[in-house]
């Protein structure tokens, strides 16, 4: 199974949060796309953060989706059914895992509710293909993924990432995911304490 948890790195995720819930709120849509997201509570981390942040109608705004190769062949299931056992779940802060969670009859699992589950689709997809899954994202979100990949690979793979996201969208990843030097004239850097990206309008 790949190595993930709910709340990871949630430092990035606070400042992803507050750079784009301004300027969400005057879009129709939100488009994310969450690459390489194991079995799912890194896009459902996000989901929890930005409801916790924004109200109902904006909210119904958010769409990730998240995608990963899936050696396992299972996280369709599990991010579909968005039930986790209690090893997974009791690092959560109480307060937000009050609000989101519910447990499952008879098991020691428990299942994000309908508004946060809602907000998250999953699909199997190579990012080693190159293909897009699609256009206009405000956010895609590729964390401890990249640092699998040759450095060749990296350049292709953030290069196809800059013709999915919309002008001015943003790239996030891990702090440790240095951008390389062959894109720094893609992208603008947001913040000093991660890594997070702003696309600009031309590529060289
Ligand atoms: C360490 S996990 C990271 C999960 C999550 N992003 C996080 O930071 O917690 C790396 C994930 O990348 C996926 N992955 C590896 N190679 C991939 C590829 N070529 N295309 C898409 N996903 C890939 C793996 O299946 C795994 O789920």
């Known amino acids: 199974m790949a190595f993930t948890y709910f709340f990871r790195d949630l430092q990035t995720l606070e400042l992803i949060c507050d750079q784009t819930i301004p300027e969400l709120r005057s879009q129709l849509e939100f488009k994310i796309w969450d690459a390489g997201c194991a079995m799912g509570p890194e896009p459902y981390t996000l989901a929890m953060l930005l409801r916790d942040r924004m109200d109902q109608p904006d909210f119904e705004k958010v769409k990730i989706q998240a995608t990963d190769i899936d050696g396992s062949d299972l996280f369709d ?15 959560i802060p109480t307060e937000i895992f009050e609000k989101y969670f519910i447990k499952v009859d ?15 689709s999953f699909q199997k ?36 990432f800059y013709d999915s996201l919309v002008e001015g969208g943003y790239l996030a990843m891990e702090q440790t995911q240095k951008l390389p030097a ?23």
């Open 106 to 120: 008879n098991r020691d699992y428990y299942r994000l509710n309908d508004e946060i589950r809602g907000a998250v």
């Open 77 to 91: 299931k599990i991010i579909l059914a968005a039930e986790y056992p209690w090893e997974q779940v009791q690092r």
């Open 125 to 160: 997809h190579n990012l080693l293909s190159l293909n897009t899954i699609g256009k206009d994202f405000g956010l895609i979100l590729c964390k401890n993924v990249l640092l699998h990949f040759n450095e060749q690979e990296r350049i292709e793979v953030i290069g196809m």
């Open 182 to 204: 062959e894109l720094a004239d893609c992208f603008e850097t947001v913040v000093s304490n991660a890594r997070i990206y702003r696309k600009r309008s031309h590529k060289n």
